[in-house]
């Protein structure tokens, strides 16, 4: 344990003496906003980043554990998309003084759920679109933009944000998302630092196939 403290999912700032860094599960109030242990962003708070999010849609967004949030990501919720399959895109619905009842939800473009998998690293200033899924252990460069889904282990940058590579070979790919590190205990992940720090990946490997047995 790093200065005799264990590792706590339930304080907001993990890094004693500085408040730009918050474990973000703690900081939430909105429920559909659902957030795993020890997910951190390099912010004071974080559901500012959270945008259009309207309850009458009832789409949420749901990170898993272990995620790596860095400044300026914004998440952006099925709220922002207009009607789509008319003439005009304009919200006259929203607006005061226009003889227009909000659309049906069958008219509006909505995506479903945000969702973000475990130990992922999203970049400064990237934008996750409504609806987006992205896969355990992936990427997402810096100033991206994300509208299609991310598959587990692979990099993506750009705008619109595409393949750039992925980070594994699909063994090693298979093997990880098969043991799910982030689902042990506190004291196993303690243990298991080592390997999964580890830049012989082929350690890696015979590591989790032995674990996997």
Avoid at 20 to 47: C, H, L, R
Avoid at 64 to 80: D, H, L, R, T, W
Avoid at 148 to 167: C, F, H, M, Q, W
């Amino acid at each position: 344990m790093k200065n005799k403290k264990k590792p706590d999912p339930n304080t907001i700032h993990p890094i004693v003496g500085y408040d730009q860094e918050i474990y973000v599960k703690p900081t939430i109030s909105n429920p559909n906003i659902i957030v795993g242990d020890f997910t951190y962003m390099a912010d004071k708070e974080f559901e500012s980043h959270v945008t259009h999010l309207y309850e009458w849609n009832n789409d949420k967004l749901i990170i898993g554990k272990f995620c790596q949030i860095a400044s300026g990501v914004e998440f952006i919720m099925n709220g922002a998309n207009h009607q789509m399959n008319a003439v005009s895109t304009f919200p006259f619905y929203t607006l005061e003084g226009w003889n227009m009842n909000a659309p049906s939800i069958e008219d509006l473009p909505l995506k479903g759920d945000t969702i973000i998998g475990n130990d992922v690293w999203i970049g400064q200033n990237a934008t996750i679109l409504p609806g987006v899924h992205i896969g355990d252990g992936a990427i997402i460069g810096a100033n991206s933009v994300v509208g299609s889904d991310v598959e587990a282990y692979t990099i993506v940058a750009g705008n619109p944000a595409r393949l750039i590579r992925k980070r594994f070979d699909d063994e090693l790919t298979s093997l990880l998302l098969k043991y799910k590190w982030w689902d042990q205990s506190i004291e196993d992940i303690q243990e298991l630092i080592p390997i999964i720090t580890n830049h012989d990946l082929e350690f890696v490997k015979e590591f989790l196939k032995d674990k996997l047995k």
